[in-house]
């Protein structure tokens, strides 16, 4: 069965701290990839998709990075982390099928920056 | 036009109650609209999804009902339960790039 890791579950930072989140899914090959972002009152907001190794299309230009090194790899990265930085961050995975590609999300990273 | 809207922001029913949520589209290339639960400190979870061809998708005791020519749908929880007590996301889903598109989401108090 395919599972979807997260961490760290919750990280406090400075703001101009750097910033890298890691996801990793298990038991499948070649999934699509995504980074979302939840801020309270304002939903998922996505940030990152991938839907292979090094190709990354990104939906809101910000301070923010990702990376894909390995087939099951994503990462999220800041050099500079800001206020508005702030939030529940999730990563979610899905296998592409020419319909409607089911998400599975993570259990999410809590990051408050101070 | 990837903006989906949702209401209400919250909603309290009764156990037993019928619960409702609306949400609309904009962009007429969406080609799924599913609906996500979460519950507090967890990622989302698919409940239902349903194709802009067909009107009405029933699971169990949710119900998605999609009117195309209003770019609306909605999420109706029958006979709600305290354990429904969470957050509902509706979304729309471009297959194009594989990408969802979510609303802001509601906040569903049960009481018992």
């Known amino acids: 069965s395919q599972t979807i890791h997260q961490w760290p579950a919750t990280l406090v930072q400075p703001v101009g701290s750097p910033l890298s989140l890691e996801c990793t899914v298990e038991?499948?090959?070649?999934?699509?990839l995504y980074w979302y972002r939840q801020a309270a009152g304002r939903g998922l907001q996505l940030l990152f998709y991938?839907?292979?190794?090094?190709?990354i299309s990104s939906e809101v230009p910000q301070n923010l990075s990702a990376s894909r090194p390995q087939d099951r790899q994503f990462i999220l990265s800041s050099k500079k982390l800001l206020l508005s930085d702030s939030g529940f961050y999730l990563c979610a995975w899905s296998v592409g099928s020419g319909g409607f590609d089911e998400q599975y999300f993570g259990p999410g990273t809590r990051l408050t920056v101070t | 036009q990837q903006q989906v809207k949702q209401s209400p922001q919250s909603l309290i029913v009764q156990k037993g109650g019928i619960s409702i949520i609306n949400c609309a589209y904009e962009n007429t290339a969406f080609d799924y609209f599913p609906w996500y639960q979460q519950f507090p400190g967890k990622g989302p979870a698919l409940l239902i999804a349903?194709?802009?061809?067909?009107s009405e998708k029933k699971e169990g005791r949710f119900t998605i009902s999609f009117n195309k020519s209003a770019k609306q749908f909605s999420l109706h929880i029958m006979d709600s339960q305290p354990g429904d007590s969470a957050t509902y996301f509706c979304?729309?889903?471009?297959?194009?790039?594989?990408?969802?598109?979510f609303g802001k989401g509601t906040m569903l108090l049960v009481s018992p």
């Open positions: 038991g499948t090959s070649n999934p699509n």
């Open positions: 979304a729309a889903y471009h297959s194009g790039y594989s990408t969802l598109t």
């Open positions: 349903i194709r802009p061809d067909v």
């Open positions: 991938s839907v292979g190794i090094g190709q």
